[in-house]
């Protein structure tokens, strides 16, 4: 039985030669494998030094002209009016439901059309004259015999003619085919 059990220790010796060669040998290609990931990173890590050593310089440059353009638009003031538009399109989202923005788009080139009239020079100068004449005018009473002096001032004339005109154009537009006012039961002469 000594022999039998001799036998069994060697062959068990055997085999565990034979496992430690082949966990030898597993090892040695895992580390292989390793090196190659080593390697292969140590590369990628040699081009992206390059990379950078290329890439630093560009950003930097890039990086100064955008301070040096943001430094001007605030020292013009382009900065602030950015904000405030922004505050403004954020009073604009919260004034105004999605109903009154489809309408606003729908109806957008008669608006510009209207503000593009209101723009020109002559309307601004006559829209100017009167926020002055408004804001500087001296409120007294004027009796009729007043009124009628003051009619008798040539700028008086041709401010009530101008006035007639622009009262006349918008009598024109608002009526309606049978002669009524739009919006009123009035007729032309004023009374109902």
Known sequence: MATNY???A?????LGVIDTAAALTEINQKLDRISLVVDDLGRRLESFDDLKEDLVPIAHGALKIACNRLQ?????????????????????STSFSREDVRLLGDNIVSILQTVR??????VLGVADRAALALREAQPARAGKLGLFRALRDPEVR?????????????????????GEVSGSNQSDDGSN
């Open 6 to 8: 001799d036998g069994d």
């Open 10 to 14: 060697g062959s068990a010796r055997a």
């Open 72 to 92: 001007e638009l605030e020292q013009e003031g382009a900065l602030d009016f950015a904000a405030e538009s922004v505050r403004m399109l954020r009073t604009i």
């Open 117 to 122: 009239n209101l723009t020109q020079p002559e």
């Open 158 to 178: 041709r401010g009530m003619t101008l006035l007639l005109g622009v009262l006349r154009e918008l009598g024109s537009d608002s009526q309606n085919g049978s």
